[in-house]
């Protein structure tokens, strides 16, 4: 190597380590070699093992547990009933609001949902708690139950939900072009890898918790309140996580018998979900309908969108998937409404899967469009542009960035969308009739307060600290990066600590926040240490920088020197040595200086005091366009996703190649939902009957073909601290209206109904 190749070499990796940089996952070889430890994984003394019976019906009363037979089976420590397990105290929502009830029984006599937990056994291997458990005997009152939401009514009106601005009704019955249709999306499910449970030990009053969590504060909240001991005493460990996808955000029924039965035996208590329980104890998607009526001119121009919407939710609990969302702010309209309302069926409280509300929502307005385009002989694409949203039609604000039409070019030029012949039927490939369809998807870029702590060591690296965590997005990676750029050092002198209650607080991993929030938080802190550093290299008379005259210095690859180079460069390590110091640590945050401490608490462990996305001037969004080819099988109707080209804009990416996995991730997702997947419920006693892997279909590598993700974002400052918008979440946006839109193109049919399966075909 030479001088010039080794500079050149030394400012590549600058650049592959800086924000922006394509650096490869910094956790993936402790990933790859087992080193990573999982919340299940580590080993305890004395652990026991705690397995659940779940309610073979969906609505009724158990009248009897007869639980002599387990209690007597070998290795059986305790067999807990509604009766026997201890009292725990009601604890709050995760807005903070008090609970309804003061009493909390994790295992239930009133029977909601079939697999809710009625009884759990603890014994000293797992092997004995699963023999013991199919020895609990229960006897039930049953009474009838609501499936799901073809048994409902109309349900509960949500007005908060409600959107409405001129008068869309009239406007719709004197447009002289009108479509309207009812879309429908199944129940889905999260169906992460690695499944819920924790280990639970008490230690005194003072509580520990493995368990793989997107929110760690807020879930301590949960514990402490439980129990009634103070929120410090209670610490959840997750620094790796198996996938969650909205799933494991809450402590829910499960972790409060494993928490509850570690206390009452004085022993660490381990309790993981099987899989069956893993489609019953925490909510997947929530089945909805939706009506889209479109009203236009005929050039195209809309004048009038009603909406109409339903979701299921619990009998005992509440969950509203936004199905307006989309609807509001993709297309100009001067006439408006949407309303929601929610039907209670027997099921356990759905909950976040992938960009929750805007997902459906995405699939009503952007099939509607379609069938719009189609009804005046417009191109699907131009459509879209024809109705290109200037600024943000519900809030009435400008969009802080919005490259939308950048994606719609983008895409269609590198799909190569011009060349498609508009008529349905028009394209084939022997047996296979071929379709293109586009749709656009967006989501909110939600804010929130952020604090991390970074520490320099003297030997010249440095530690980020956050109590937030990494499922697999890539958050070790993009604070390392942070960290490094910001502060001069080579990323492999970075260490990322996450997962762990006890480091700085974080808020929840949810909403497609924490890479802009955490960036954010990590930037203020590195920025107050390397500050602190170049303050004391220019005033600590040891310096050799002392005398300088200098105001600044800069740190590059962990040396430090005068900006203009004319002075001494020495090392971080010389330096701190020269200095005497052990390390230089700064907590930075982004919380208003005005929040008190109960503000604070509030900040991360409830979402209250998150930031609306319309907040001030702007309204704020990332956006994204799909453009899909299928290949349809004209005789047996089978479907298969042959092409994707999707253009995005999540503003500034932290790191390309990490958010363009998350792209595919969403997209691949989106693909599975469009095809494959829907929970089915058995109409007599409201079983999830394909609660497993084997029958709820997710898609493989053989489902998925070459997908290409292009970004056309451009940093947004009002957006993030670092100019950064959403990413995780944004990918599935749009992914099913894209695919159901093409195989209209393909074949003539429109499927409404997800999942689009070969019997809707033929
Ligand atoms: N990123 C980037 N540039 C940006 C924003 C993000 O490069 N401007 C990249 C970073 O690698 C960052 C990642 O994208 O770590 C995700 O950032 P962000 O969109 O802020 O989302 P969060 O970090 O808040 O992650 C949560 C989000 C959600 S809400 C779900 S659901 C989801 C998702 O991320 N679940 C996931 N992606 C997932 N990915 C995996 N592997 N597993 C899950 O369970
Ligand atoms: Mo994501 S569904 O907001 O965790």
Redesign the pocket.
């Known amino acids: 190597m030479t001088v010039h190749d080794m500079k050149h070499a030394a400012s590549d990796s600058a650049r592959l380590e800086a924000v922006g940089g394509r650096l490869s996952r910094v956790d993936g070889p402790a990933k790859i070699t087992g080193a990573a430890k999982y919340a299940f994984e580590q080993q305890l003394e004395g652990l026991a093992h705690a397995v659940l019976v779940g309610a073979t019906i969906a609505a009724g009363k158990v009248t009897a547990i007869d639980t002599r037979a387990a209690e007597t089976a070998p290795g059986v420590l305790a067999v807990l009933t509604p009766g026997s397990i201890m009292e725990l105290k009601g604890a709050s929502d995760w807005f903070g609001r008090p609970p309804a009830e003061e009493t909390y029984c994790p295992l239930v006599r009133e029977v909601t949902f079939s697999g809710q937990h009625v009884a759990a056994v603890v014994a000293e291997t797992f092997e004995q708690a699963v023999a013991a458990a199919a020895l609990v005997k229960v006897w039930y009152d049953e009474t009838p139950a609501i499936v799901d939401l073809s048994d409902g009514s109309d349900g509960i009106p949500i007005d908060a939900m409600t959107k409405e601005w001129g008068d869309a009704q009239a406007a719709f019955a004197a447009a002289p072009v009108r479509v309207c249709a009812a879309y429908n999306t199944p129940r889905e499910f999260?169906a992460?890898m690695e499944p819920h449970g924790l280990i639970a030990r008490w230690e005194g009053d003072a509580l520990t918790i493995w368990e793989p969590s997107?929110w760690l504060d807020g879930m301590a909240r949960t514990y402490a309140e439980w129990f009634g001991v103070p929120f410090e005493n209670v610490r959840l460990v997750s620094p790796y996580?198996g996938?969650?996808?909205?799933?494991?955000a809450l402590a829910l029924a499960h972790s409060a018998v494993a928490a509850a039965a570690a206390k009452m035996l004085g022993r660490p208590v381990k309790l993981v979900l099987n899989r069956p329980q893993n489609f019953t104890s925490y909510g997947g998607r929530a089945a909805t309908r939706q009506t889209v009526a479109i009203g236009a001119d005929r050039e195209g121009r809309i004048q009038s969108i009603v909406h109409r919407g339903v979701n299921e939710t619990a009998v005992d609990g509440m969950w509203v998937e936004p199905l307006g969302s989309v609807t509001s702010i993709m297309y100009a309209t001067p006439n408006f409404s949407s309303k929601q309302n929610v039907v209670r069926v027997n099921t356990v409280v759905p909950g976040?899967?992938?960009?929750p509300g805007e997902n459906p929502s995405a699939f009503g307005i952007e099939c509607a469009i379609d069938e719009l385009a189609y009804e005046l002989g417009i191109d699907p694409l131009e459509m879209r542009l024809i109705n290109y949203a200037e600024q943000d039609p519900e809030a009435k604000k400008a969009w802080s960035t919005r490259q939308l039409r950048e994606a719609f070019a983008a895409g269609a030029e590198a799909f190569g969308w011009a060349k498609r012949s508009p008529a349905p039927r028009s394209m084939r490939d022997g047996h296979q009739l071929i379709g293109w369809g586009v749709a656009a998807g967006t989501y909110p870029v939600r804010r929130a307060y952020g604090e991390a702590m970074v520490k320099l060591l003297a030997d010249g690296s440095a530690e980020v600290e956050s109590s937030s965590i990494?499922?697999?997005?890539?958050?070790y990676?993009?604070l390392a990066q942070t960290a490094a750029e910001t502060l001069g050092v080579p990323v492999k002198q970075v260490s990322v600590k996450l997962g762990d209650s006890r480091l700085a607080r974080a808020g929840v991993?949810?909403?497609?926040?924490?890479?802009?929030?955490?960036?954010g938080a990590v930037y203020k802190a590195a920025g107050q240490a390397l500050d602190e550093l170049i303050g004391l290299a220019l005033s600590d008379p040891r310096s050799p920088f002392h005398g300088l005259q200098a105001n600044t210095l800069v740190v590059k690859d962990g040396r430090i020197a005068s900006p203009r180079g004319d002075g001494p460069e020495i090392s971080i390590p010389e330096l701190m040595g020269t200095l005497g110091r052990e390390k230089i640590e700064a907590k930075g945050d982004t919380v208003p200086a005005s929040f008190t401490p109960q503000q604070r608490y509030n900040n991360y462990t409830t979402i209250a005091t998150a930031i609306p996305h319309t907040e001030g001037d702007y309204s704020r969004h990332s956006w994204c366009a799909h453009f899909v080819e299928v290949r349809v099988d004209e005789d047996f109707g089978t479907v298969r996703v042959s092409r994707v080209v999707s253009a995005l804009d999540?503003?500034?990416?932290?790191?390309?190649k990490?958010?363009e996995?998350?792209w595919k991730?969403?997209i691949i997702m989106g693909i599975g939902q469009a095809l494959l997947e829907e929970g089915i419920v058995d109409r007599r006693h409201g079983r999830i009957v394909n609660g497993n892997l084997a029958d709820y279909m997710l898609p493989t590598n053989a489902d998925i073909p070459d997908i290409q993700t292009i970004s056309v974002?451009i940093p947004d400052p009002h957006s993030?601290a670092?100019?950064?918008?959403?990413?995780?979440?944004?990918g599935i946006v749009g992914v099913a209206p894209a695919i159901a839109n093409a195989v209209f193109h393909a074949t003539g049919k429109r499927v409404r109904d997800l999942p689009i399966t070969l019997e809707k075909l033929i």
Not at 243 to 248: E, I
Request: net charge positive; proline share 2%.
């Open positions: 999260q992460a997107q996580i996938g969650g996808f909205g799933s494991k976040a899967k992938r960009a990494d499922m697999g997005q890539g958050t990676t993009i991993t949810g909403g497609s926040r924490l890479a802009g929030v955490m960036t999540s503003g500034r990416l932290y790191n390309p990490l958010a996995s998350q991730g969403g974002g993030s670092l100019g950064g918008k959403g990413v995780g979440e944004l």
